[in-house]
């Protein structure tokens, strides 16, 4: 794996600037400390330059965005944090950005934004319900959208197998320069195998203290080609504080 150092964001090309949605939902959130969306919780806290860097890192290598998953071996390692704090980032520095929720059996985006998807969200864009443009929100005054999940499904194989996820996926990249999915662990089901030939890369979250080493070598099989780096989460920083750290490669 390589990495990039140093590099400013605002020194790497933004190129393909995409279209809202329009019209745009506004939707205000209210995430308590508990959620650790830290860009609002600890701003001045270290963990926010973290996920500054791994931005940096991800426009550097892939300026022209993509669609990217966010998954790990096991479940509860760090998705989900990772995904919010990384969509907010990119969103900060003026990346239009849609953090998706795609973990149907334990959807985290709505309980770390604190806010519920009443009027639905990926399952009614699935199950052609109803329009993307419709159940996007916008939520913060960066570029930053999310779809979420209304309630948690027990078995979702159908909407992740059907032909309207490549759909809804190519309809979001074509709307934002980074889509960011919020995904199901690697382990013990087949949901990222399925998923995995409709995203430009994906991110593989480890947890320090938790993941073993022996669930590596699945995780890394099911994704492939397609990873694009790990995150290294809940570690040392300067034998001080939390969280991650991170390399990304460019093949
Ligand atoms: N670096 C960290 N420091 C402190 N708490 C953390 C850290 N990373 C994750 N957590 C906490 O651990 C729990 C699991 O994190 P998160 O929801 O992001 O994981 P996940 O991989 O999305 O889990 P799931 O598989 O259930 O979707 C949350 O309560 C989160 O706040
Ligand atoms: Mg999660």
Partial sequence: MSTILGLDVSSVARPGARKFPSPEKRVAIYPDRKSRLVFLTEPAG???????????RLCTLYPQGGVLLITSPNPGEGKTLTSVNLAWALAEAN???CLVDLDFRAPGVSRTLNHKFEHGGVREVLESQAEISDLICRISEHPLHVLGIKERMSSPGHLLYSQSLPSM????????QWVI???APVI????VSEVIPYVNGAILVIRNGKTEKDMLAPALEAIGSKLWGVVMNDCPINGSSYYGYYGCRKD
């Fill in 95 to 97: 990346y239009p950005a």
């Fill in 169 to 176: 996926l190519a309809d979001l990249r074509a709307r934002f």
């Fill in 181 to 183: 999915l919020d995904f």
């Fill in 46 to 56: 270290l963990a926010v330059e973290r996920y500054r860097l791994l931005r940096r």
């Fill in 188 to 191: 013990p089901m087949a949901d």
